[in-house]
């Protein structure tokens, strides 16, 4: 009968056992020293040699010439063992759940071993064992018979009572590394008369996902196949379809390109690939976008190369907050795809919720969405200062350089001195050229300083007084001025009330209350928060007591102060000042505009002083 590539291959050292140094060399330490414990407690997931390392454990214990820790495996008690020996017990605690298993296990313990030192319990997937049967092996294990040895072996350390867990020595086993497994896999492959791509090995190992046996059961699958296992062979055996279309996809869902996403899906499924499949492999695809944004690298991603550099390109397109929302989206759709018996219609909802943002209506996608609207009214806004720059440059009259003089000719002109110069010439002579190291000596200072009497006297005039420009202007009379347009000829005619002295006298009517006193940090702090919450409470005033905050101004702004945008103000006023804080709104029984139509009409009569017409409705 043929033996499986996992069975036949199973490690039969502590040398043998892959990614599990940790485990393996206190192991081999413990028994060089003779220090072995009494219980054992292997965890972590499936395929990660929990068992192999029990057994070896339990070979290594009776060996009788261990090597460096390891079992000899030639010894009587090392063949004893591989045999299945008597004195070796492995139990399944998946069906063997009761009290009463327990209890013949506690009977036969007390008898000593037939062929080797120690009777050795192996208990695989103890956590099924129920609470009365945990409860009757406590004792067994705290203070078992000398000749007896548990090894506890589990993939859900959770359910294990604690008691348990404090009577045994622990170890926790990792998931076998994807080089790791890709070395192993192509050492068996070579073994086995066989040939494996190096990128099918690595495609195995990315798919068992930490599990060697998964990863041999793969390869088995393939080598059933073909001789010559390709990436392409994988993929079949697997039921994935590579990289390709994630992409796509992912293109598709940046571009808002329903269409050619629900395309995508409709000739995956054609292939037969699952619906369900399909967004799993999206959630990872969007998961290695989001850690290579938070800068993770390769080696913690478990890409190849060209995939990194697939994936760097397309991560230039989105933003952290599209990748997040990516992420939920898909992740809502898997839990509740149970839910639909048409998987298809669910991941076609999902790939249309994901291209379309504006049918989401989620706090943070509508927050996403306001940010870059605002990034966008910044550029547009930056772009047209440089464009108004470029032209005012352009505008301004180009004046001519002057020439700088040629210090080559000038060196080349004879050197002719002052006394030469004014001597008459007669006859022909040679003018000195000047030594290489000449240096003229500076001028000398007059020996007496230059007075001028003046008939009357003159006092120098003083220096115009020059303002320094203000940093802050004053805003715009009216809306229209601000953006540039000509006022009407109804806002110019009336008179415009000076919104300077409205502010102040508002402010004046906003007396301190009892027990607090103006809250001076309050502007910094709201000119230093979003964009959409400085212009609905930009008016406001603010008073403290304590680690109170009392919010002034009109009933709509302390609604958003203290209601809407809260959190937002409150986390800002307690970085501010160093502790937390209360937000509260200021008492609305000061100041009344009798009822809602009077206020409207107060609103509506300023607003059109400053030019903007407002319809009632």
Known sequence: MYLALYRKYRPLTFDDVI?????????????????????????????????????????????????????????????????????????????????DNVRALKEEAVYTPLTCRYKVYIIDEVHMLSISAFNALLKLIEEPPPHVVFIFATTEIHKVPATILSRCQRFDFRRIDIEDSKKRLLEIAEKEGMTLDEDAAFLISRISDGGMRDALSLLDQCFAINSHVTAEIVRGCAGVSGTEHLFRIADAVINKNCAEAVRILDGLVQQSKSAARLME????????????????????????????????????KYSMESILRAISILSDAL???????????????????????????????????IDALERT??????????????????????????????????AEEPFVTEEQAEAPVSGSFTLPLPDEDFIPPPP???????????????????????????????????????????????????????????KKEEAE????????????????????????????????????????????????????????????????????????????????????????????????????SQGVAIKEQ
């Open 509 to 608: 009517e906003t007396p301190v209350q009892e027990g607090f006193e103006p809250f001076n940090e309050w502007r910094e702090i709201v000119d230093n928060l979003g964009f959409s919450i400085k212009m609905l409470i930009g008016d406001t005033t603010a008073q403290i007591s304590g680690s109170t905050v009392m919010v002034c101004g009109s009933e709509l702004q302390k609604s958003y102060a203290t209601q809407d945008f809260r959190l937002e103000i409150q986390g800002a006023v307690s970085r501010a000042i160093g502790r937390n804080v209360a937000i509260v709104a200021e008492p609305s029984e000061k100041k009344s505009y009798g009822n809602e139509k009077n206020y409207v009409k107060d609103f509506l009569d300023y607003a059109k």
């Open 444 to 502: 000398e200072p007059p020996s007496e300083k230059m007075s001028v009497e003046l008939p009357f006297e003159f006092t120098e005039p003083p220096a115009p007084k020059q303002e320094a420009p203000d940093p802050f202007p004053s805003e715009p009379v009216s809306l229209s001025e601000a953006v540039g347009l000509p006022p009407s000829e109804k806002a110019v005619t009336e008179e415009k009330p000076d919104r300077e002295i409205w």
């Open 335 to 369: 839990s509740g795809r149970n839910r639909s018996k048409n998987e298809q219609l669910t991941c076609e909802m999902c790939f249309i919720r994901l291209c379309t943002p504006t049918l989401d209506p989620d706090e943070k996608v509508l927050s996403g969405r």
């Open 19 to 99: 990614s599990q140094e940790h485990i393996t060399t206190t192991l081999k330490n413990q028994l060089i020293n003779g220090q072995t414990s009494h219980a054992y407690l292997f965890t972590g997931s499936r395929g990660t040699g929990k068992t192999t390392c029990a057994k070896i454990l339990a070979k290594a214990i009776n060996c009788t010439a261990t090597k460096d820790g390891s079992p000899c495996l030639e010894c009587d008690a090392c063949r004893a063992v591989a045999e299945e020996c008597p004195d070796i017990v492995e139990i399944d605690a998946a069906s063997n759940t009761g009290v």
């Open 281 to 316: 492999e999206l959630v990872s695809h969007y998961r290695v976008l989001m850690l290579l944004k938070a800068g993770a690298d390769r080696a913690m991603l478990k890409i190849s190369a060209d995939e990194e550099e697939q994936y760097l390109r397309q991560n230039e």
């Open 377 to 410: 009214v910044a550029d547009l806004v930056t772009n047209s200062l440089k464009s108004a720059m470029t032209a005012a440059v352009s505008a301004l009259p180009v004046t001519e350089a002057v020439p700088e003089p040629d210090i080559e000719e000038a």
